[in-house]
């Protein structure tokens, strides 16, 4: 009989199988196109991002998507009699975090609400947020909070989905470590090249001073890329409930 894995490994092996080259295939098409797109047609290419244009749009369908397929699982998981183990807790609100993010960064694009409703902002507001819109990320003070939370969330969906599996683990973690990988979500590793699509395009933003002028573009362009990945997340944790995986 085989054995149940651990409640911190999201990893299924048939959706591993399914998701595997899709996934590959779609983020390697993901990169090239984009990069491509700025090389041959910068204008066209910035015009894509602009707001309220074609990328944000495709952002906030799929974290929809993301938000859908991780509550669900997160439902799931609170409704289990184990979920009161510490471990097993700790496990489900570091998924709660990725629940947060896709939310957070929803409400961001769509600056909660704000247009929608007509709400204009306070001009001592305006100060604070260093513009017109309702974002948090506009605040004055939040760029190193939002720095350190881009590198949290760039080693949980890049280098730990390996790091704390073999074979990678046996080498970088010490055997006497080793029983702390339980207390790790590990996302599964079929959807990591996502995610490291949208980390790509981060590290053009963030380095491109060093050689030429910010590319402040490609920051929507590592938004769409980090919402479709959460989105396959999303979608793979559905399908993980439908198949009754964790109970």
């Known amino acids: 009989m085989k054995a149940e894995k651990h409640f911190s490994e999201l990893e299924i ?4 199988g399914i998701y595997r080259g899709f996934v590959a295939k779609s983020s390697i098409f993901a990169l090239l196109s984009i990069i491509i797109l700025f090389l041959i047609s910068p204008n066209f290419f910035d015009r894509l991002q602009y707001e309220d244009g074609y990328i944000e ?18 439902l799931n998981e609170l409704k289990h009699k184990g979920v009161t183990n510490l471990k097993r807790l700790f496990v489900t609100i570091q998924l709660l975090a990725f629940f947060s993010v896709a939310l957070y960064a ?6 909660f609400g704000q247009r929608a409703i007509g709400y ?21 003070n ?17 280098i730990i989905p390996h790091a704390f599996r073999r074979p990678w683990s046996e080498t970088l973690i010490p ?11 590990k996302i599964p590793r079929s959807i990591v090249p996502a995610f ?11 380095l491109s001073p060093l050689v030429t002028e910010e590319l402040e573009e490609f920051n929507e362009y590592s938004e769409v890329c980090f919402a479709y990945a959460l989105a396959l997340l999303g979608t793979y944790l559905w399908r993980a409930v439908e198949q009754d995986r964790f109970n």
Not at 63 to 72: C, E, Q, S
Not at 196 to 206: N, P, S, T
Request: hydrophobic share 50%; proline share 0%.
């Open 142 to 158: 939040m760029e190193i909070f939002l720095a350190f939370g881009a590198i949290v969330f760039s080693t949980y969906t890049s």
């Open 196 to 206: 490291v699509v949208g980390i790509i395009f981060i590290l053009i933003e963030v």
């Open 57 to 74: 749009n495709l952002t906030v369908f799929f974290l929809f998507i993301a938000i859908v397929g991780m509550g669900r699982y997160i």
């Open 175 to 185: 055997a006497k470590f080793s029983h702390l990988s339980t207390w790790v979500l």
């Open 13 to 16: 092996e048939n959706l591993e």
């Open 120 to 140: 204009e902002l306070s001009d001592s507001s305006k100060d604070a947020t260093k513009g017109d819109a309702m974002n948090l990320h506009h605040r004055e």
């Open 106 to 111: 929803s409400l961001q694009e769509l600056e």
